[in-house]
């Protein structure tokens, strides 16, 4: 299956371990019914979910700062739905939703048994763009962070997945060599072309049901 032998393997978090989205829309209906924004929810969440993909493609190509990325997924999805939402009360729901969001430790499907069989024959990392502060809350929430070894993260390495600079350092603090190691994630380009330009071996978790390919094995 593999070119050579995977001694160390590299996931990515959210939507290939962390669900995303089910723990997304947890937050919303929490921060949403606390603050008393009158809206429904489903449609809010439709809304949000590809402003939100769109963002954070900006944000990983250096295009928007972190503090727009928060903003302004929740003013154009506010904009979307005709709700009036002052900025004063989008920087509250934007604290709070980042406050609150990994206090929700739901896991994509059979994530702890992959990682229960693997742990004992593989050392296992994460490479992420996600933020610091909240990943580490994700994985210690979801009882997953025993089992890796390196968390390396963008702010951490100062760039973002796809850039070489974020595979480099998850690397060199692993101590492999780039064809000894297999990196899973559900983003085309940023986790796969990113670590398969890195000489990494690479899965397609393709969690987000992406357009099919044969750049790699796709599950």
Sequence with gaps: MFDYQVTDIFFDLDHTLWDFEKNSALTFAKILAENKVDVDLATFQEIYSPINFQMWALYRENRISKSELRYQRL???????????????????????????????????????????????????????????????????????????????????????????????????????????????DDLEADIHGAKAMGMQVIHYNSNNSITHEICLMI
């Design 75 to 185: 003013r154009q999805t506010f904009d979307a739905l005709n709700t009036l939402v002052s900025d004063e009360l989008i920087d509250v729901l934007a604290h709070e939703y980042i406050e609150q969001l990994s206090t929700f430790t739901h896991l994509l499907p059979n994530a702890v048994e992959i990682l229960e069989y693997l742990s004992p024959k593989y050392r296992l990392h994460i490479i992420t763009n996600g933020f610091q502060e909240v990943q580490e809350r994700k994985l210690k929430g979801s009882s997953i962070h025993h089992y890796f070894d390196q968390v390396v993260n963008s702010e951490m390495a100062g760039v973002k997945k796809p850039h070489p600079r974020i595979f480099e350092l998850a690397l060199d603090r692993a101590k492999v060599h780039p064809k000894n190691t297999l990196m899973i994630g």
